[in-house]
């Protein structure tokens, strides 16, 4: 039998209250409609309810009382990429990504998904991305479907198009053999004269599915003088959680990593993931109505970096090694928008040597935006196709990217269009020049 829910302490219901949209958000929106070209689900659907300004207008809506919050509002809501484009592209400083994930709590609060989709959703974002033994214990068995065999034989058999899955399976990520997981508590020395000590948060699904990102970005930061921890104890960002609107789940994992991360000897905390630097960086915001945490978040926050962020500021040695190759670089929403880098990542690209050619609309998304590739699943693949075109037109050897989903997804795209070309994270690149 379950043990009855632990009734809600005053951080928890002070923070709740928060998490509704305010007029002090929404109100900057002048509808001018600068954002409307920039959002993605507006330039494929057309339609002003799928657009940053239209979905603005409904949370002023809802939150007057004149619109329910019922299945028409949580489907413009839900195709959302919360990829933060129209944040760039507007003049009036909206801060849509506040907007957009407070409107989520809210549905997650008041509005009943059905009965499928609700346990889904609690079974993913409230049990395996809480606990990274049942994460990992998932993991093998999606590796072991991978190896066996049995992967193989639905794919050849035409089982998996019959039920309608294949597209959604290509979309699944190859499953490491070893975790990072196995790795935490462990210290990685730097080379030569020490010229920094970082913790890594190592992430969830990059644990399980790209661990080799998080040792490559280890190696690279090794050869450049930087000591670094991986802390026992860490959890899930929760960025998925918030972008989700469950953010009391959220604000849990980050009271977690505020304790985990708390200590004075490192100087940054390091992610290769620009979803959850991105979400780390609001801890402030996540926690602001928290008095116990909300100065500790605050200087959580000001530690976070992203990897590239933090070579490109701390100089390269310079690489022995260059990269003869014809590269494009895919800026991830919430590296480009979210956190406004841009000039980082390409620095480090240039630094390899690389031919780097832009794509067009480089930083438009992907159609991953975390869980929406398979949620959203036609859409994101119509998303793609736009990204697709671009890079078709410079026709790379490389596409580099500093996110995880950006990469899955890209690779879906390519095998959807039968192009070729590699897809890797920067500090993969990086790694092969040292
Ligand atoms: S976050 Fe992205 S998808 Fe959502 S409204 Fe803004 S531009 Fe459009
Ligand atoms: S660009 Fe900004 S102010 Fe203009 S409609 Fe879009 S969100 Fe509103």
New binding site residues.
């Given amino acids: 039998m379950n043990a009855p829910a632990a009734a809600p302490n005053r951080a928890e219901i002070e923070s709740a209250a928060s998490d509704r949209p305010t007029w002090e958000l929404y109100s900057t929106c002048i509808h001018c409609g600068l954002?409307l070209s920039?959002?993605?689900?507006?330039r494929v659907l057309g339609t002003e309810m799928?657009?940053?300004r239209g979905?603005i207008h409904q949370v002023l809506e809802v939150d007057s009382g004149r619109l329910p919050i019922a299945d028409d509002f949580v489907t413009h809501i839900d195709?959302?990429?919360?990829?933060?484009?129209?944040?760039t592209?507007c003049p009036s400083g909206v801060q849509?990504?506040r907007i957009?994930e407070r409107a989520r709590a809210m549905i997650e609060q008041e509005y009943e998904r059905p009965w499928l989709a609700r346990c889904l959703r609690d079974y993913f974002f409230r049990t395996v991305l809480r606990d990274y033994r049942l994460l990992a214990r998932w993991a093998r068995a999606v590796r072991w479907y991978q190896h066996s065999g049995l992967q193989a034989l639905l794919r050849a058999t035409g089982l998996l198009r019959l039920l309608g899955l294949a597209g959604l399976e290509r979309l699944a990520p190859a499953m490491d053999e070893r975790f990072t997981f196995e790795e935490f508590g462990y210290v990685f020395p730097h080379e030569g004269e020490q010229r920094g000590r970082v913790a890594l948060l190592a992430g969830c699904v990059a644990s399980v599915a790209f661990s080799e990102v998080n040792h490559a970005a280890i190696r690279v930061l090794q050869k450049n003088g930087v000591e670094v921890f991986i802390p026992e104890a860490q959890g899930c960002c929760g960025a998925l959680h918030a972008h989700a609107g469950f953010r009391e789940e959220a604000r849990r994992l980050a009271r977690r990593n505020l304790k985990v991360f708390a200590d004075d000897r490192f100087q940054a905390i390091i992610t290769t993931a620009a979803g959850c630097g991105s979400t780390m960086k609001e801890y402030a915001d996540l926690l602001a109505a928290d008095p116990e945490c909300a100065e500790e978040a605050k200087k959580f926050t000001a530690k976070v970096k992203d990897v590239t962020e933090y070579l490109a500021a701390l100089g390269l040695r310079p690489p022995p090694h260059k990269i003869q190759a014809r590269v494009t670089y895919q800026d991830p929403?919430h590296l480009a928008?979210g956190q406004r880098i841009h000039a980082a990542p390409r620095e480090l690209l240039k630094a390899m040597g690389v031919e780097l050619v832009e794509m067009a609309h480089s930083d438009q998304?992907c159609g991953s935006?975390g869980s929406y590739n398979i949620t959203q699943n036609e859409l994101s693949m119509r998303i793609l196709e736009e990204k697709m075109d671009a890079i078709d037109a410079v026709k790379p050897d490389v596409i580099a990217t500093a996110n995880v989903g950006c990469i899955l997804q890209l690779r879906a795209g390519l095998a959807r269009r039968r192009m070729h070309a590699e897809v890797r994270h920067i500090v993969e690149l990086l790694d092969r020049c040292y």
């Fill in positions: 954002c920039a959002c993605p689900t507006y799928d657009s940053p979905r195709r959302c990429l919360d990829c933060r484009a129209c944040e592209a849509y990504g957009v929403c928008h998304c935006a």
